[in-house]
């Protein structure tokens, strides 16, 4: 099957940095790619919907200035979390979509202190 | 406006017994895809079924079986003969289609405890 990959599996940065997550598509082009946040024993909740070459469409709620997303190549999007704060903490997934099927990353394990 | 509902938030069982998890969805869509998910503690999303609305007839795949039923809204998913590696969370989810593209809306989650 598809293989998606996300780095750094896991991070802890201090309060007001900036941390940047990637998200590839390994063994395909995605067209779309979806970044998806889960708080801890909780569902996912889809942050925003990013297409290659044009800007990321953010769901309600979600802050565009502090979730950058960039959509530069057809395997590769970014997640930058920009002036970090303890309430981001989370656990930051990535999907990448074929059009018929959504393939999901291993994850991102953000802890903000 | 979608939906999707798990009400079982939690579920124990000891092996080798049978468990269904309950999905139950809203859409507006006459076209629209449904799907189970399984998240292990290593916290990856393994895909394992996706359904369109147009196909009704139910699937087995080993020990996991699913029946899908318009009429109420449901997609639920059993498990035979359940195993200690059957311990995860699973999601349900719905599909949106949005410009071609498929956001999913997911279920809350049940978290399946499989007892040795």
Redesign the interface.
Known sequence: ?AVVSQHPSRVICKSGTSVKIECRSLDFQAT?M?WYRQFP??????MA?S?EGSKATYEQGVEKDKFLINHASLTLSTLTVTSAHPEDSS?Y?C?A?T?????????T?LTVL | AQKVTQAQTEISVVEKEDVTLDCVYETRDTTYYLFW?KQPP????V?LI?RNSFDEQNEISGRYSWNFQKSTSSFNFTITASQVVDSAVY?CALSER?Y??????????T?LQVFP
């Open positions: 099957g779309t979806f024993k909780q569902s996912l909740m889809l919907t297409n656990f997934i999907s979509s059009g018929e099927k959504q393939f999901f990353g291993p994850g394990r | 998910y290593s916290g990856e999303l895909f996706r999601f949005s071609n593209t498929d956001k999913l809306i997911f279920g809350t989650g978290r």
